[in-house]
DNA sequence: TTGTATCCTACTAATCCGATAGGATAATAT
DNA sequence: ATATTATCCTATCGGATTAGTAGGATACAA
């Protein structure tokens, strides 16, 4: 079980688009630079979170990205689904039947844990991933600070 | 994220496994047979269990397999690892050090999403399933005999 | 009109994964 | 003893997915 560099990649982005948001927004290129992503890549990334409405160029083009809506509304399994379609760990989730066997204690087992992990996506906003952020740079400032 | 199916095929034979570790032991190629799986492609899921110590072959070829300990001390997490070594959702988990950046707040986003992941699967023992498989099984002769 | 940033599509190289194949070994039945 | 059967072990293959690149179109601004 893996988690693909897309969705990585795409939650750090955000996470800067959102911390920028209310002022000038942020160039792609710009959070290439920080993030340290072929902004080539990022094209692709960008362009997702674009079609899943979570992000909006406003304005011409040297305006840069602002988040759309209130980040305390977006929360990470809505970002996850903008790289995953959804989660599903296995294939067969939906049905009572599984690998053509009758539906077995394994199945719902790992259908336990497929909600177990959707109800901690849902559980973390954007704003919280932003203020954690912000709490790590200004202590990463006062490391700098005091060496 | 997807399940591997080896874990999947793995799970659903230890179940079946620890179901009759009581009696005979159970034929590898019953095992292929009542959960539909390639007795070939069989062999390395059982050669995994096997050398994670979770089953043993005692007695001669035609006793079959039983679970090698207690089932309320085996826990979902441990066959899980027999399959996938450890649970790593992203590669710069230890480090505090993410993808040539500093540490940032997706980074221990995804550990704080996999420490959730461990340990749903550590607080389920393979005697949580053998319970839950049998009953389901019970449930399945009662539909069966009503209609 | 030149430069720059985004947008869009196609492609490639690499990796991983599910599954198969073939044969060696060992125990058992006849 | 010999044939049979089940497990054991290694190699391989085809397919799917994925990370990342390439190239150019568009749009806007200096």
Redesign the interface.
Known sequence: ????TKT?YG??AI?EIAMNSSEHGVLQKDIAK???ISNKYLDQIIAELKSADLIVNTGGKKSGYRLNGDPKKIT?YTIFKAF?SS????DCMSSNEC????????Q???C??ND??VS??QS?TLYD??Q??SK?QKN?DLVMFYI
């Open positions: 079980m893996k988690l693909n990585r939650l750090r996470i920080t993030q340290n990470a995953n989660l599903q760990l296995i690998c053509k066997t009758k539906m077995c204690a394994a719902s087992f790992w336990g844990l177990h992990i901690y996506l973390k991933l932003v954690e952020q790590i990463n």
